[in-house]
């Protein structure tokens, strides 16, 4: 019988809006708020001595979020929502996309916001406002939340061809680990900045008993079996998000330039191969969703249930456990043997 499937929490690196202050235009000394208070041409700064802190959020109903447990900064089970898309202009003339988020409290007020930078950002550089989206928030937060295969990417089909992600068509049958061969329902595909958070990770060739190398986005989650409970989960089957297992030699980020991402939808979450790992395809949640065509989106309806109820529900892997540098070998031997 299928379990309903706690929502794994997102984490994100962020600044608090009152950490980021305008040095110069309309509003010189006041710190970031939100869309309505913003100027366009105002000139923000971040301190030097500021860090991004993690914000660990879930998906919830309405189109919501709500800040996870283990969140480094909000307080666990408030609101956020999305407050609007910023543009920054740095002097040599690069742009950095950022999103604002708004964490209210049980009164319904604003308790802190939050600025997402989709690029790093630099302290002690000025950085010109250059443009404030209020209509397109929640689709640039989904090219986020999308777990996401890179071109390049080798999928098993039912027939047992491995095919270049780039090549599959809608329709086309693969291989699932857990109802067979399933049809692609849609692909979507995006080209991002591989930046600091958003850069995607490599799995170098064999580190998983992977043939080639796999280069997927930080947040997939990975099926790994053990055989042996090597990292102490207490249990055989687990889901590994590609960002905990990165030991800087087999497991790298790959930061820098620009990637090709591609998603996978099925008419259910699957766990397919790619590159022979067990890897998880796009989740349709409140994160997620806006990615998809508004025709298709309509059609799939409020409530898709192979979406929400799974059998391989909270196989998730808690993030401490895989603190060490051995992570990856030690899931390779226990997978393996």
């Not at 000394?29 to 923000?44: C, H, K, N, P, R």
């Not at 009164?107 to 404030?132: C, F």
């Amino acid at each position: 019988m299928a379990r309903s499937r706690p929502a794994p929490a997102q984490s994100a690196p962020v600044f608090r809006a009152s950490d980021i202050r305008a040095t110069d235009g309309a509003n010189m000394g006041d710190t970031l708020s939100f869309a309505t208070e913003l100027v366009l041409d105002d000139i923000y700064e971040l301190p030097f001595d500021v860090t991004p802190l993690r914000l660990s959020l879930l998906p919830s109903a309405g189109n919501r979020f709500t800040v996870a447990e283990d969140s480094e900064t909000g307080a666990p089970g408030s609101a956020l929502h999305l407050d609007s898309a910023l543009m920054f202009m740095s002097p040599d003339g690069q742009t950095q996309e950022a999103l604002l988020l708004v964490e209210v409290d049980q009164d319904g007020s604003a308790a802190e916001i939050y600025l997402l930078p989709m690029a790093q950002l630099l302290p002690q550089v000025e950085y010109r406002l250059v443009g404030i989206d209020t209509d397109t928030p929640r689709r640039k937060f989904a090219q986020v939340g999308c777990v996401s295969f890179t071109r390049g990417t080798h999928i098993t089909l039912a027939s047992g061809e491995q095919r270049l992600i780039e090549d599959l068509s809608v329709g086309d049958r693969v291989l699932t680990r857990d109802d067979g061969v399933q049809a692609v329902r849609w692909i979507g595909e995006s080209t991002v900045r591989a930046v600091g958070d958003f850069a995607p990770i490599r799995i170098a060739a064999g580190a998983l008993n992977n043939e080639n190398d796999l280069i997927v986005s930080p947040d997939h989650r990975l099926f790994i079996y053990q055989r042996t409970d090597e990292v102490g989960a207490g249990r055989s089957e687990l889901l590994v998000k590609a960002r905990h297992l990165v030991n800087g030699y087999t497991v790298t980020l790959l930061d820098g330039g620009f990637v090709d991402y591609f998603q996978l939808l099925f008419d259910s979450h699957q766990i397919i191969y790619a590159e022979g790992i067990a890897a998880e395809t796009m989740l349709i949640d409140t994160r997620t969703r806006a990615i998809l065509p508004d025709d298709l989106s309509q059609a799939m309806g409020e409530v898709i249930p192979g979406h929400y109820d799974l059998p391989h529900a909270g196989l998730d892997v808690n993030e401490k456990l895989l603190k060490r540098p051995d992570a990856a070998e030690l899931l390779r031997k226990a997978s393996s043997r």
